[in-house]
Structure formats: C-alpha cells, structure tokens
C-alpha cells in the first residue's frame, strides 16, 4: 500500500513537472461564454515562464432581467499534450457590477468572487489559439447579484497569438 501511495505521488509530481513546449508570449482575443446569460469577455495572456501564465477577461453578461460587468484575473499553469494542443488550470478571482431591471422593479450592486479555471487550448502553426475551458466562480461578496454564491461559467476562446 506504501509503494502505491509512494507511485501515485510520484507520478503526479512528475506529471506537474514536466514541460512541454512554450505558450506564446501574449495571446488577445474574444472569450464567449454562458454563465446567467450569454456574456463575452475580452481576454489577455500574458506567458510568466516556459508553462505559467496570467489571464485577464472584461466582460459582460446579459440575461432576460440582469446585466453585469465583470474583471477577471487567473494564474494559470499550461502543460502540453501533443505539439499545439495543451490543457491548463488555474485559480484567480474578480470584481463586478450588475444592475436588475424587471416588472418595475431596479436594483443594482457589486459583487466579488473567487474562480478556477480548466480548459484545454490549441496553438495552430499560425498566431491562431482556440480553448474551451470551464471557470466555476464562489462569490464572495453578490450584494444580492445572485440567489445563491455559486457560478459556473463555460466558454470558448479564440485568440491571436504574438510576441
């Protein structure tokens, strides 16, 4: 049982220490993604290492009553599968701002949250990136923004690619 526990954890380790090939130095594109309504979010990478990154989206979401605004910042570690396609995860949090309109009824606030991150990404040849990740969000602080503090939010990215 020793010797099990031993192998698992050292090929976990070796799993998170392995590199693969460089992610680009700076990525800027277009997030698209369905978390109480559709939303897109302009989004930035910016590489830290050879396999770590940071990620920045502004978005806004907009859904039947409620509409928010939003700022998001995750660190993300990139480990690669095969040649251009590559999965990351990551943690970060964010700041917003939502307003209510509906039956006659206005509310609006801000709110805070905590997220996670985990996708995967393909780098073709030319300065093109394509991902699917899935972000779920615990609010911190909604201000009344949602009825319960739980978010999930999956979306799909395409972004370019340059130095």
Do not use: C
Not at 16 to 26: A, F, P, R, W
Not at 33 to 38: K, T
């Amino acid at each position: 049982m020793k010797r099990l526990i031993l192998s698992a954890f050292m090929l976990v380790g070796l799993a998170l220490s392995s590199q693969g090939q460089s992610i680009s130095k700076n990525a800027l594109g277009l997030r698209l993604g369905s978390n109480d309504g559709f939303g897109a979010e302009v989004s930035y990478q910016r590489a830290l290492r050879e396999n770590r990154r940071l990620e920045f989206d502004l978005g806004w979401r907009d859904s039947k009553d409620v509409s928010a605004v939003k700022l998001v910042g995750l660190h993300q570690w990139v480990w690669n599968i095969d040649k251009g396609f590559n999965w990351y995860a990551g943690a970060g949090g964010g700041l917003g701002t939502w307003s209510y309109n509906a039956y006659g009824n206005k509310d609006s606030g801000t709110f805070l949250f905590i997220a996670g991150d985990i996708g995967i990404e393909y780098n073709f040849d030319f300065p093109l990136q394509l991902s699917l990740d899935y972000r779920p969000e615990i609010y911190i602080h909604s201000n009344g923004y949602r009825d319960g503090n739980f978010g999930s939010d999956l979306a799909l990215s395409a972004r370019y690619k340059f130095n």
